[in-house]
């Protein structure tokens, strides 16, 4: 099959379709995915597709594709900021607050890409 290899920052998850090849998938377009039993996935845009991955499986690779995207901004904002200290420290001297309402104890939210160029 020559296909690609994707990379770490592919903002896409691989699926195969119920029969099918295997394909790519925003799963920010995601609206719902059901179980009937097979998996039927929902798009916004009213798109179906059934795959092969169970709804768990869809779940977890959801879940590890975001992981990738927030790992990916902490390491864009170490990268940026590499004076600030750990995300955890509270201690942020040189990163925008971009909101107020954080719980006592958590982080505060900081821009993915740098506002003081």
């Keep these: 099959m020559g296909s690609r290899a994707l990379t770490w920052m592919d903002p896409m998850i691989l699926l ?35 795959i092969c991955e169970s709804l768990d499986e869809l ?15 902490e390491a864009m904002t170490s990268d940026l900021y590499p004076d600030a200290g750990p995300a955890h420290s509270g201690g942020h001297p040189r990163i925008r607050v971009l909101s107020t309402a954080v719980s006592p104890g958590q ?4 821009p993915i890409r740098r506002t003081d160029a």
């Design 16 to 50: 195969r379709r119920l029969g099918g090849p295997v394909f790519t998938l925003n799963p920010d377009l995601i609206e719902r995915a059901e179980a009937t039993p097979d998996t039927v996935v929902t798009l916004i845009g009213g798109n179906k597709y059934v």
């Design 59 to 73: 779940v977890e690779l959801i879940r590890d594709y975001r992981a990738r995207i927030i790992a990916s901004a």
């Design 107 to 110: 982080p505060p939210v900081v």
